[in-house]
Every structure is written in structure tokens, then in C-alpha cells.
T-cell receptor, first 112, second 118 residues
Framework: GESVGLHLPTLSVQEGDNSIINCAYSNSASDYFIWYKQESGKGPQFIIDIRSNMDKRQGQRVTVLLNKTVKHLSLQIAATQPGDSAVYFCAETPGGYQKVTFGIGTKLQVIP | EAQVTQNPRYLITVTGKKLTVTCSQNMNHEYMSWYRQDPGLGLRQIYYSMNVEVTDKGDVPEGYKVSRKEKRNFPLILESPSPNQTSLYFC?????????????????FGSGTRLTVV
């Protein structure tokens, strides 16, 4: 919603440049990681996911990188477009019907 | 169209007046969950359900109830709402519980319910 973007880390990127959004996770038992995109006034939308036995996974214009050693996850968006402006959340879970924990999000602003 | 439908989108109510937020999905998903979203706190899980008649608490279950009598419906019940339950609520579903079905099975979220308790 419209208030979700307040108080969030913000990344400003020029249109056409690549964006990198970072996420640190805390649970070393987490086995599955997901990135979601939330546009103003809408529910989060699934972008891409990755399991702990992978280092990298690619989708359309997006790549997720996982570094388990330092518990770090990143989302790379190639050739950022104005439609990519949104709040991006990472989420983690150990799987096996255990809870899913979301980060607070990063606001991506694309400068035309 | 595959979707998660929540109702209502907006609700203003008074303290103590019982309310129900409905959630329905048409994708035959096994797993459903409720989240609340507050500025600076991200999405926090309230309750989740692995299948019909199987539910469990998330991070912030106090003051909420759920039921899963049918696979497609997962209503959120506030028996006695209080102002600290003012929030943006999302229902979500997935074919499998997150992390149990390989990759590519993320949540489908509803459009949200903005609840204000005065």
C-alpha cells in the first residue's frame, strides 16, 4: 500500500542501468529464499526463488545470487525500467512447513 | 484467472466489534497464509494452513483466529479488534508449503485489506 514505502532503504537507479538489491538473512537453517515485488497499492508479486543448494538462478531480466557463507542474497535487475519501481522484499524459510520470514524491503526508484 | 480474492479491500470498525476478512483462491493450492504489513516491520505471518483442517500460528497470532473448512477458503477472524490491529492484511496461497516443492512455487498474494480499528 501507499504507506509501505516509508522508512525503507531506497535505491535510485537510472533507467537502463542495472539494479542490485541486497538482503542479509540471519537464519543459517534457511533453505529456500524468495524475492517479491510490491507496487503501490498492490499485493506482493513473486519474482524468483532459489534453494540453498544453488548459488545463482536466472529469470527474465532478473538474477538471484546466494552466498551462504555470509548469509547474503541479492537480486539483480538488468536494464531497469520505470515499471520496475516498487518495493522489493526478500523472504527466507527453512522449509518443511516452517514459517516464512520477510525482510523489511528496499524501495527501488527508477529515474527516467 | 488464477487469483487470491480478499474482501473487503477497506474496512473501518470500532474496538470490540467482531469482524471477518474473507480469502478465497481458485488454484487448488494446499498452503494458505495470512500476513499483516506495517511500515518499518515488513510482512509478518499471522497464521498459516497446510491443508483443510490443518492450521498453525505464525509470528503474531494473538487476537486472530482462522479456519480452513474448505481448501479454497481461509477466513481471518478478529473476535474483538483493537486499535493495534490497524494494519494492511494480505492473504497468500501456494501450491506447496514454501520450500517443499522445489523452485518456482512462490506465493500468490491477494490485493490486501486495509483495516482501521478506532
Amino acid at each position: 500500500g501507499e504507506s509501505v514505502g516509508l522508512h525503507l532503504p531506497t535505491l535510485s537507479v537510472q533507467e537502463g542501468d542495472n539494479s542490485i538489491i541486497n538482503c542479509a538473512y540471519s537464519n543459517s537453517a534457511s533453505d529456500y529464499f524468495i524475492w517479491y515485488k510490491q507496487e503501490s497499492g498492490k499485493g506482493p508479486q513473486f519474482i524468483i526463488d532459489i534453494r540453498s543448494n544453488m548459488d545463482k538462478r536466472q529469470g527474465q531480466r532478473v538474477t538471484v545470487l546466494l552466498n551462504k557463507t555470509v548469509k547474503h542474497l541479492s537480486l539483480q535487475i538488468a536494464a531497469t525500467q520505470p515499471g520496475d519501481s516498487a518495493v522489493y522484499f526478500c523472504a527466507e524459510t527453512p522449509g518443511g512447513y516452517q514459517k516464512v520470514t520477510f525482510g523489511i524491503g528496499t524501495k527501488l526508484q527508477v529515474i527516467p | 484467472e488464477a487469483q487470491v480474492t480478499q474482501n473487503p479491500r477497506y474496512l473501518i470498525t470500532v474496538t470490540g466489534k467482531k469482524l471477518t476478512v474473507t480469502c478465497s483462491q481458485n488454484m487448488n493450492h494446499e498452503y494458505m497464509s495470512w500476513y499483516r504489513q506495517d511500515p518499518g516491520l515488513g510482512l509478518r505471518q499471522i497464521y498459516y494452513s497446510m491443508n483443510v483442517e490443518v492450521t498453525d500460528k505464525g509470528d503474531v497470532p494473538e487476537g486472530y483466529k482462522v479456519s480452513r473448512k474448505e481448501k479454497r477458503n481461509f477466513p481471518l477472524i478478529l473476535e474483538s479488534p483493537s486499535p493495534n490491529q490497524t494494519s494492511l492484511y494480505f492473504c497468500a496461497s501456494s501450491l506447496f508449503a514454501p520450500g517443499t516443492g522445489g523452485v518456482g512455487y512462490g506465493y500468490t498474494f491477494g490485493s490486501g485489506t486495509r483495516l482501521t480499528v478506532v
